[in-house]
C-alpha cells in the first residue's frame, strides 16, 4: 500500500504553522515572557504602594490619636512656636 504524496506537505504546512504560533503568534513564547516581566513590575510598584498606605494610615491614626504629633508638624513643617517660647536659629 502507497501512501499518499501529498500528505507529507500537509503535515511540514502544519508544523509550520504551529511553531509560527508558537513563536511570534497571539501567546508566543516572547509575549508571555513580556507580560510575566509586566506582572513583576506591577507586583513591585503595588508593594510600594502598600507600604506607603500603611504609613499615611499609621499617621492618620496618630493624627487622631493626640495634639502631639500635631504639634510636632507645626512646629517643623510651619515653623510655629508655643506661646511663651523663645526660638533659637541655628546656623549650620
Known amino acids: 500500500m502507497r501512501s499518499?504524496?501529498?500528505l507529507f506537505p500537509v503535515l511540514i504546512?502544519?508544523?509550520v504553522g504551529l511553531?509560527?504560533?508558537l513563536w511570534v503568534g497571539?501567546?508566543?513564547l516572547a509575549q508571555v515572557k513580556?507580560?510575566?516581566e509586566q506582572i513583576d513590575t506591577q507586583n513591585k510598584e503595588n508593594k510600594?504602594?502598600?507600604e506607603r498606605n500603611r504609613i499615611l494610615e499609621a499617621e492618620v491614626v496618630?493624627?487622631?490619636k493626640g495634639m502631639e504629633t500635631v504639634e510636632e508638624r507645626?512646629?517643623?513643617e510651619l515653623g510655629m512656636v508655643k506661646e511663651g517660647e523663645t526660638l533659637f536659629l541655628q546656623s549650620k
Do not use: F, N
Open 34 to 36: 513580556e507580560l510575566r
Open 4 to 6: 499518499p504524496y501529498w
Open 62 to 64: 496618630e493624627l487622631k
Open 13 to 15: 504546512l502544519a508544523l
Open 26 to 28: 497571539d501567546g508566543s
Open 19 to 21: 511553531q509560527y504560533r
Open 74 to 76: 507645626a512646629r517643623h
Open 48 to 50: 510600594q504602594l502598600l
